[in-house]
């Protein structure tokens, strides 16, 4: 996505809590000839997060797209064997994170609302459960409660014009299988399992990430609020839907 926005000639505020990765994108990204600043953040850190974001502000003068896209696999495999760092890992970055980002960004784009959008990175996994399961509960979890900020965010903030979308992509082929492996202590620490799990072994033949970062922009520019690239689970969303719309239609059972 740094990489497409760069394309357009947007200068870029990278965070991450790796250091490492924000230097690697930083070589990538000198090709576009803009302004490219990379600030270290926890996301799961509400305070830095402000911190940061004020930072930004004042060294760019303005904020106009905000791309809330940090976010772990999670522990993958039978929720049972879940235990509270398990789940506090996934929410804080996922969901918490997210919010926090978003919600310390606000009062900056607000500034400027007509040139103003922000860019929640669900998942189609905030769409619908994979079948059969693949162990992805607490990912699911998170990555539905995005679907509902995002709606949320764009009715408080329609009538104030900034845009928001909400990303729901299937395999891209990045990192995320081994997002595991750099799971802070707090959180129980490293842990290798999913690099084995059937998604990892996906992850090669997924979008490229500059193509996905392109079809984000044109969403953008499109002001789209689902933004559905990967059209192959269309069917496991109506089978879902569908369920839904059966219960509304059932609820006579229930109610008398
Ligand atoms: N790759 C896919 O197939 C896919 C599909 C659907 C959704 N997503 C979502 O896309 C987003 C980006 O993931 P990705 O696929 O590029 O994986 P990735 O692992 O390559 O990138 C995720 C980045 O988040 C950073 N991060 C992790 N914890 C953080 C924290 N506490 N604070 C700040 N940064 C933190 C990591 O260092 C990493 O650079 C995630 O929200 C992911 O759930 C990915």
């Not at 394309?7 to 230097?23: F, H, T, V």
């Not at 079948?131 to 104030?160: C, I, W």
């Not at 802070?184 to 970062?213: C, I, M, R, V, W």
Request: hydrophobic share 40%; glycine share 8%.
């Amino acid at each position: 996505m740094a990489g497409a926005l760069a394309e357009k000639g947007m200068n870029l505020a990278l965070a991450d809590i790796d250091e490492a990765k924000l230097e690697a994108a930083k070589k990538i990204l000198a090709q576009y000839g803009v302004r490219v600043e990379s600030y270290t953040l926890d996301v799961t850190d509400k305070e830095a997060v402000c911190e940061v974001v004020k930072r930004v502000e004042e060294t760019f003068g303005t904020i106009n797209v905000v791309c809330a896209n940090a976010g772990v696999s999670g522990k993958m495999g039978p929720i049972q064997e879940a235990d509270v760092a398990d789940w506090d890992w996934v929410i804080d970055v996922n969901l918490k994170g997210v919010a926090y980002v978003v919600q310390t960004c606000l009062p900056y784009l607000l500034k400027n609302p007509q040139d103003a959008h922000i860019v929640i990175t669900s998942s189609i996994s905030g769409l619908r459960v994979y079948q059969p399961s693949r162990g992805q509960a607490m990912y699911n979890t998170t990555k539905f409660g995005l679907v509902g900020l995002g709606e949320a965010l764009q009715v408080d903030l329609a009538p104030h014009g900034v845009g928001v979308s909400i990303l729901c992509p299937s395999i891209v082929n990045t990192e995320i299988s081994h997002s595991g492996l750099s799971r802070p202590e707090k959180y129980g620490g490293a842990f290798e399992t999913n690099a084995n799990h059937e998604l990892a072994n996906a992850a090669s033949s997924g979008t490229d990430p500059l193509q996905f970062g392109r079809w984000v922009v044109k969403a953008i520019e499109q002001n789209l609020l689902h933004v559905i690239t990967h059209p192959n689970d269309q069917a496991l969303v109506e089978e879902r839907h569908e369920k839904i719309i059966n219960s509304f239609k059932n609820s006579r059972l229930i109610t008398g």
